[in-house]
């Protein structure tokens, strides 16, 4: 049941991140441009996640340890959210929500599987399979035909 769950949830997050392309989309165009909108979508991200740590941490009655992790690890993954959500304020409008979805998934699907593989920064170690490999060509298929047909 709990693996149910958490699949519900990760489907929810990724309706979620196909609802933020159009609505970045048009707050770039609003702002005439795309770069604006996606510091407006990070900012406005900050500031709800920073209260949301706050609350958090006085409900747990902890708070984080931020000498902790190694200094790249505070800008990686904000530097490639900022690739992404740029990216995805740029193509919305010239290809669709639906095909920036699709290709974007096609992605994370490839480069996970070889992220499983090597076991980035100590995850476990997953081999490639025939099956893993044959659903990604799928997916890429898909967001092809999606995109094309």
Not at 45 to 53: H, P, Q, R
Not at 96 to 117: C, E, H, N, Y
Request: charged letters at 10%.
């Amino acid at each position: 049941m709990a693996a149910f769950l958490w699949a519900l949830l990760a489907i929810a997050a990724g309706a979620c991140i196909a609802i933020q392309a159009p609505i970045n989309a048009m707050l770039g165009r609003g702002l005439s441009m795309p770069v604006a909108a996606a510091c407006v979508s990070f900012l406005s991200g900050a500031l709800i996640l920073g209260f949301v740590v706050l609350a958090t941490a006085s409900f747990e009655g902890r708070s984080p340890d931020w000498r902790g992790p190694d200094l790249w690890l505070y800008v990686a993954g904000g530097a490639l959210g900022t690739v992404y959500v740029t990216t995805a304020i740029f193509l919305t409008p010239r290809i669709g929500a639906a095909a920036v979805m699709a290709f974007a998934v096609s992605g994370q699907l490839l480069a996970g599987i070889l992220l499983d593989r090597i076991g980035f920064l100590g995850m476990a170690v997953r081999e490639i399979s025939v099956g893993r490999v044959g659903g990604a060509m799928l997916l890429v298929a898909g967001a092809l035909m999606i995109r094309f047909l």
